[in-house]
């Protein structure tokens, strides 16, 4: 059993989630189904169910970082079908980065065995791209900044080395140089008109960064997101395609 939080899904369709926490995915009823304990021997640094292709011909995934295994992928019966051995695989996140591939794509960072490194995996699992901001891991945190897909995502508030960035890792929105407080950030939409905020603080100060058109009317771009009561920082952060008229 992990302390990570678990990630729900039903899996068999029968109208009841089913869990899967760590290695393990449990029923409806509690009963394990099935586990990878003894394939993997360190624990899951955030793992979640997600259909990659979005109604496409291929079936949901579960997709796990798994430390020091790297990340991988399994089908719903727990078959190993993707693992790439990246280092110390941590804070994934699932969202539709690039419109112009096919599905939802993935990342992951590092913590340490290639610290820092970021990869992205288009739907099927396949690395698409890597590249190494800084040498240090945080969380990467699906963003919608624009109302519109893509989605960006943020890697930190710094002023010189973080920022939100693209689905292949290009800086597209930069904190500005004003004294705001960068030891953490989170991403919501605070006001309400789908797009996200993002919130920076440390133990002294909160700031908040919004658009400069905010609040905007329209139809816009309204992803589904892991709810805040699961919150977590070993969460894989999945955001599903979304719209409000």
């Known amino acids: 059993m992990q302390d990570r939080p678990p990630y729900a899904y039903d899996t068999d369709g029968d109208g009841r989630d089913?869990?899967?926490m760590g290695y393990s995915l449990f029923d409806d009823d509690g009963r394990k189904l099935w586990s990878l304990d003894s394939l993997v021997?360190?624990?899951?640094?955030g793992v979640s169910i997600v259909d990659f292709d979005l109604d496409g011909p291929q079936p949901p995934w579960y997709f796990c970082a798994a430390s020091d295994a790297g990340v991988f992928w399994t089908d719903l019966a727990g078959n190993l079908l993707k693992h790439h051995w990246i280092g110390h695989g941590q804070n994934p996140a699932v969202a539709d980065f690039r419109a112009d591939l096919p599905g939802l794509e993935s990342?992951?960072?590092n913590f340490w065995?290639?610290?820092g490194i970021i990869h992205?995996?288009?739907c099927h699992g396949n690395i698409y791209h890597d590249f190494e901001p800084n040498q240090y891991?945080?969380?990467c945190l699906p963003v919608n900044w624009t109302g519109t897909p893509?989605?960006?995502w943020v890697h930190n508030p710094n002023v010189k080395e973080g920022g939100m960035f693209d689905g292949l890792g290009r800086p597209v929105v930069m904190f500005p140089d004003d004294g705001h407080p960068d030891m953490c950030n989170a991403v919501l939409d605070i006001t309400g008109d789908c797009r996200d905020e993002v919130v920076v603080w440390n133990p002294d100060e909160i700031w908040v960064y919004t658009q400069d058109d905010n609040?905007?009317?329209g139809k816009l771009y309204k992803p589904v997101r892991n709810p805040l009561y699961n919150y977590s920082n070993y969460q894989a952060t999945v955001s599903l395609p979304g719209w409000k008229e």
């Open 215 to 217: 609040p905007k009317a």
């Open 18 to 20: 089913e869990l899967v």
């Open 150 to 152: 893509p989605e960006y």
């Open 107 to 109: 990342l992951s960072i």
């Open 41 to 45: 021997e360190d624990h899951a640094d």
């Open 120 to 122: 992205f995996y288009d």
């Open 137 to 139: 891991g945080s969380m």
């Open 113 to 115: 065995g290639n610290q």
